[in-house]
């Protein structure tokens, strides 16, 4: 039996709405989006990584996501992307390494002022239908915010669920850095945004990356490097990227909870066109 991993990227609250809209559209055709063998989930690709292997159906978290009964208490974010992006380049000028990078972000996210760990970890809480780690194989990828290192939480990590996830989303400079022992993590996305790397070995990986296509890639790689590398080795890869209109869903702060219903919706639209190919890949 082929052995199948789920790898979830990251792209905020607009990333984890469309895709849950694509995972459900694609579990209503018949795919076997909740069985997987292997999760990898980076920053809202984590949220979404705990939540599908939280033993809820595809339908009710779709539901989470565009019910305003049912959807979670989110902490303002006024995302200024033009100033988010100018702060990224000047640290990248000065940077030596993809390390060297990650050092510099997570050195900028300790000393911007943001919102406490608790008031974030108890919005982070809420989105998840279970606090406890999944039978599933679960993988969530953060960066150690003083070295600069890459750092995988799973169920054999010994940190807490909700911790692992909230480390994970710790967008710098918007999210404070999450404390779990006695290191300070910060966005999985910091080191990829989709991190496919991890599924290495895997004999079939869907890729869901809330970044648009025509997204620039980082220096130090991104995407199209990892699945290159990944179909290399004889890896079976199908990537999904948001459409026209699930871009237009998304709107301009993917950090803004007025997203959610219409982008949830608008991945679901995509996923149902996007099935029949899927299926096919990946089961």
């Not at 648009?212 to 179909?231: F, K």
């Not at 995509?270 to 890949?281: K, L, N």
Request: charged share 20%.
């Amino acid at each position: 039996m082929k052995r199948r991993a789920l790898v979830l990227g990251g792209g905020g609250l607009a990333g984890i709405a469309w895709e849950t809209g694509i995972l459900t559209a694609l579990a209503d055709a018949g795919a076997d989006v909740l069985g997987p063998d292997l999760v990898v989930g980076t920053s809202a690709g984590s949220t979404v990584g705990a939540q599908v292997t939280s033993g809820l159906a595809m339908e009710e978290l779709f539901q989470r996501q565009v019910d305003p009964a049912l959807q979670t208490r989110e902490l303002p974010a006024d995302l200024d992307l033009a100033a988010f992006t100018d702060t990224l380049t000047k640290i990248l000028a000065g940077a030596r390494d993809p390390i060297d990078v990650r050092r510099r972000i997570g050195a900028w996210a300790l000393e911007t002022p943001t919102v406490t760990e608790a008031e974030r970890r108890a919005v982070v809480a809420a989105r998840l239908p279970s606090h406890t780690w999944p039978r599933l194989p679960l993988a969530l990828v953060a960066v150690d915010a003083n070295t600069g290192e890459t750092r995988v939480f799973d169920a054999a990590s010994g940190a807490d669920l909700v911790d692992a996830v909230a480390a994970s989303c710790a967008v710098p400079g918007t999210w404070p850095p999450v404390t779990i022992g006695d290191r300070r993590y910060i966005d999985g996305g910091v080191r990829s945004n989709e991190n496919a790397h991890l599924a290495a070995g895997y004999d079939q990986v869907l890729v869901l990356s809330p970044q648009p296509p025509g997204t620039p890639a980082p220096p130090w790689g991104g995407l199209d490097d990892e699945v290159d590398q990944l179909r290399r080795r004889g890896t079976e890869v199908t990537v999904v990227r948001p459409d026209e209109g699930s871009v237009a869903a998304m709107g301009l702060n993917p950090l803004d909870p007025v997203i959610r219903a219409p982008t949830a919706h608008a991945g679901r639209e995509q996923g149902r066109r996007e099935a029949a190919r899927v299926t096919s890949a990946w089961g």
